[in-house]
C-alpha cells in the first residue's frame, strides 16, 4: 500500500515525467517585461512567486482540494473542472493545465490505476483536477494536496529564474524557504473547502497577459 507520504513526494519532484520542466509559471514572459533586468532586483523573484500564491496558485490549490473531496466522495468531477475553467479566463492558460494534466494522468494510469476509475485515459483534464484524483485515491489529506500545488507553483518559479536570470542557487533557495509561511497559509485558507461554491476566483490579469504574449513568441526557453 502507499504511503502518502511518499507519493506527496514523488508528486513534488520535478523529475517525474509530466512536462515539468518546459513550465516557468509565466516566469519567462515576465523576465522578458522587465522582471529582473539586467541583474538588478532578483529578489522580485520571490515576489512573484509570493503574487502568484495570493492568486492563480490560490484557485489551483482549492481546484485540486475540491477534485479530492470529490473523489473520496464519489461524486462528479466535471463541476469542479467547469469551476476551475470559469476562474481561468486566459484560453492559453487553460489549455497549458490541460496539456499538463494529461501528462499527470499518463503517468497516474501507469502508478496509481485507481485514478482511471474517475478519469477518462489520456483525455486532457486541468492538472490540478488530475492531482486532486491523485490525492483521492493514495490517501493524501487536503492539506497534503493543497501544499503539494503550492509548493509546486513556487519551485517552478524558482528553478525557472536559475535559467533566465543570473541567480544565485543558494539565493534562490533562500527565496523558496522565505516563502514557507505563505504556502501555510494558502493550505489553511483552502483545504477546508468542500463546496465547489466556494471556489476562490482570485485572478492576476497581468499573468494572463503575459501568457499570451508568450504563446506568440518564435524563441522560448520554455513552454509556459
Known amino acids: 500500500m502507499s504511503s502518502p507520504e511518499v507519493v506527496a513526494l514523488m508528486l ?21 517585461a522587465g522582471l529582473g533586468a539586467d541583474g538588478k532586483h532578483l529578489a522580485d523573484v ?11 496558485t490560490r484557485v489551483e490549490a482549492a481546484t485540486a482540494v475540491l477534485a479530492r473531496h470529490q473523489t473520496t466522495t464519489s461524486q ?4 469542479v473542472e467547469e469551476a476551475w475553467a470559469a476562474r481561468t479566463p486566459s484560453q492559453v492558460l487553460r ?23 474517475y478519469l477518462e485515459p489520456d483525455s486532457e483534464v486541468a492538472r490540478p483536477v488530475v492531482v486532486g484524483v491523485i490525492g483521492g485515491v493514495t490517501g493524501l489529506s487536503a492539506d ?6 503550492a509548493y509546486d507553483d513556487v519551485q517552478t518559479v524558482v528553478a525557472a529564474s536559475l535559467k ?10 533562500s527565496w523558496l524557504a522565505g516563502l514557507h509561511d505563505d504556502i501555510e497559509r494558502l493550505v489553511t485558507d483552502v483545504a477546508p473547502l468542500t463546496g465547489i461554491d466556494k471556489m476562490p476566483a482570485d485572478g492576476a490579469p497581468l499573468l494572463d497577459v503575459f501568457a499570451q504574449n508568450h504563446a506568440n513568441e518564435r524563441m522560448r526557453l520554455f513552454h509556459a
Open 76 to 79: 462528479p468531477l466535471t463541476p
Open 95 to 117: 489549455g497549458v493545465s490541460r496539456r499538463q494534466g494529461r501528462a499527470y494522468l499518463r503517468l497516474a494510469a501507469r502508478v496509481w490505476p485507481d485514478v482511471l476509475r
Open 12 to 32: 513534488a519532484d520535478g523529475r517525474l515525467p509530466t512536462g515539468g520542466h518546459t513550465q516557468s509559471a509565466g516566469l519567462e514572459p515576465a523576465v522578458r
Open 144 to 149: 497534503q494536496v493543497a501544499r503539494l500545488i
Open 164 to 173: 533566465l536570470l543570473p541567480v544565485d542557487p543558494s539565493d534562490a533557495a
Open 46 to 56: 520571490a515576489d512573484y512567486a509570493r503574487d502568484r500564491l495570493r492568486t492563480v
